[in-house]
């Protein structure tokens, strides 16, 4: 591979070359071999938030719009990726009977976010906000309601609305009702 098309492919593919660079971060190709793959963070080196993790997981790209995907071959699908933010890394603490997924029985664990990501421009994963947070059943975490559209910024009468990022799901999926005095207490 010639030095410029070597630079297409990425930041560092010109100074690993490119037998070594397709083996750059191989999360693509592990998932293809049937590995369980498992998200976490190397807080401070990269991002602790799980939903940037998921965006650079599927588009292998970072915070620097004008560097090119690093290793685009080695990306994962969205459904890939939140596994490995919930069941996988249950699976990797060996808690998978507990945690992990929404099942009879385990730990109600779950997040209530601003959007569908799995319908949204993987570009924007990263950009979303978590509503409300429950463990165990019991609600830990809630972000205060966003008032609905006003007449001025609604833009058809389907509830599309042109102030939000998340519009064409707006409807699809309504805020929860605040939980008024809503506190954290031990069984």
């Given at each position: 591979?010639?030095?410029?098309?070597?630079?297409?492919?990425?930041?560092?593919?010109?100074?690993?070359?490119?037998?070594r660079?397709?083996?750059?971060?191989?999360a693509?190709?592990?998932?293809?071999?049937?590995?369980?793959?498992?998200?976490?963070?190397?807080?401070?080196?990269?991002?602790?938030?799980?939903?940037?993790?998921?965006?650079?997981?599927?588009?292998?790209?970072?915070?620097?719009?004008?560097?090119?995907?690093?290793?685009?071959?080695?990306?994962?699908?969205l459904t890939?990726?939140?596994?490995?933010?919930?069941?996988?890394?249950?699976?990797?603490?060996?808690?998978?009977?507990?945690?992990?997924?929404?099942?009879?029985?385990?730990?109600?664990?779950?997040?209530?976010?601003?959007?569908?990501?799995?319908?949204?421009?993987?570009?924007?994963?990263?950009?979303t906000?978590?509503?409300?947070?429950?463990?165990?059943?019991?609600?830990?975490?809630?972000?205060?309601?966003?008032?609905?559209?006003?007449?001025?910024s609604?833009?058809?009468?389907?509830?599309?609305?042109?102030?939000?990022?998340?519009?064409?799901?707006?409807?699809?999926?309504?805020?929860?009702?605040?939980?008024l005095?809503?506190?954290?207490?031990?069984?």
């Amino acid at each position: 591979m010639g030095q410029a098309r070597a630079r297409d492919r990425g930041p560092i593919a010109p100074y690993l070359g490119a037998d070594r660079y397709r083996y750059l971060y191989p999360a693509g190709s592990l998932h293809a071999a049937g590995a369980v793959i498992a998200g976490g963070s190397d807080w401070d080196v990269s991002s602790y938030d799980p939903f940037r993790a998921m965006e650079t997981a599927v588009t292998r790209a970072g915070d620097d719009s004008s560097r090119p995907p690093l290793n685009f071959e080695e990306r994962l699908p969205l459904t890939t990726a939140i596994d490995a933010y919930t069941i996988n890394a249950a699976i990797a603490l060996s808690q998978e009977g507990t945690i992990g997924s929404l099942e009879v029985g385990k730990r109600a664990d779950l997040v209530i976010l601003d959007r569908d990501i799995l319908t949204v421009d993987p570009t924007t994963i990263g950009d979303t906000v978590v509503l409300s947070t429950w463990l165990d059943g019991r609600l830990v975490h809630e972000r205060p309601p966003t008032p609905p559209p006003s007449a001025e910024s609604v833009a058809d009468p389907s509830g599309m609305r042109d102030d939000c990022p998340c519009s064409r799901h707006y409807g699809r999926f309504p805020l929860p009702e605040p939980v008024l005095g809503a506190s954290v207490t031990s069984p």
